[in-house]
């Protein structure tokens, strides 16, 4: 069953996705081992979107779906400009520490510990949908997809 | 939630989430810290990359001044989120026992 709640975009929507998340997770008997992971993706990414998306009011939907093994989940956001997640540079984690910057660290961690994740723009909506899933099985290596619209 | 206070002198004891909500909090306490300090992350369950910023912002400033950020205490989830970032390149780590 999907479960699917819309948040204010702010950073003060977090706790309650953190405890919507953990809602879900034991209506659905998701591992709550993944339980980190996910907050930390759903964090990254909605945090993306209220930081890049200022010309929007609306809320984000969050959908959040028991699979084997795992769970999906689907970020919705509506009136924005395309912000592919998926096309993002990884950051050069061997520079020294004067070099090092703190942006792009996000999607480039949750890149690494997601089974998949994919973008989809609707142009004539100007609607962006990111889908990810994890399972309990280490991933061997993300798959990023793109199917922009 | 998240709570970061003094505890024994040179330690710093955080405990809680390290989300992007609560980084202004965290940020303002580490900017007031000088010379070595060990982060005892032991009651830390998480942590994003708004506070992995934090850590980085602190570090650089510490570094300057001939001082350090040591993280102890560092759970598993944690460690993973480290390697993944580089900060086991910039960081002295303990790992959980």
């Known amino acids: ?149 | 939630m998240l709570a970061i206070d003094h505890g024994a002198p040179g330690i710093v004891v955080i405990k809680g989430r390290l989300d992007a909500a609560q980084s202004p909090a965290a940020q303002a306490f580490l900017d007031g810290v000088q010379g070595t300090v060990t982060l005892d992350c032991s009651g830390l369950e998480y942590i994003s990359s708004a506070g992995l910023g934090v850590l980085l912002k602190t570090q650089k400033r510490l570094l300057a001044t001939g001082g350090k950020l040591r993280l102890s205490g560092v759970n598993r989830h944690l460690q993973d989120i480290f390697g993944y970032s580089g900060f086991d390149q910039l960081f002295e780590i303990e790992p959980a026992r």
């Open chain 1, 1 to 149: 069953m999907t479960a699917q709640r819309s948040f204010g975009r702010s950073f003060d929507s977090l706790p309650a996705i953190v405890a919507f998340t953990a809602e879900v997770f034991a209506r659905e008997r998701i591992d709550p081992g993944l339980t980190p992971v996910i907050d930390l993706a759903i964090e990254e990414l909605f945090t993306n979107m209220v930081k890049y998306g200022k010309g929007s009011n609306a809320d984000v939907r969050i959908e959040m779906t028991g699979i084997e093994g795992g769970v999906e989940v689907t970020l919705t956001d509506y009136d924005v400009d395309r912000f592919d997640v998926t096309a993002t540079p990884d950051v050069d984690i061997s520079l020294p520490i004067e070099q090092r910057r703190p942006g792009g660290l996000g999607l480039h961690l949750i890149r690494r510990l997601l089974d998949s994740i994919e973008y989809e723009y609707e142009e004539a909506l100007r609607q962006s949908r990111i889908t990810f899933r994890k399972t309990q099985a280490e991933p061997e290596g993300a798959v990023h997809t793109n199917k922009g619209g």
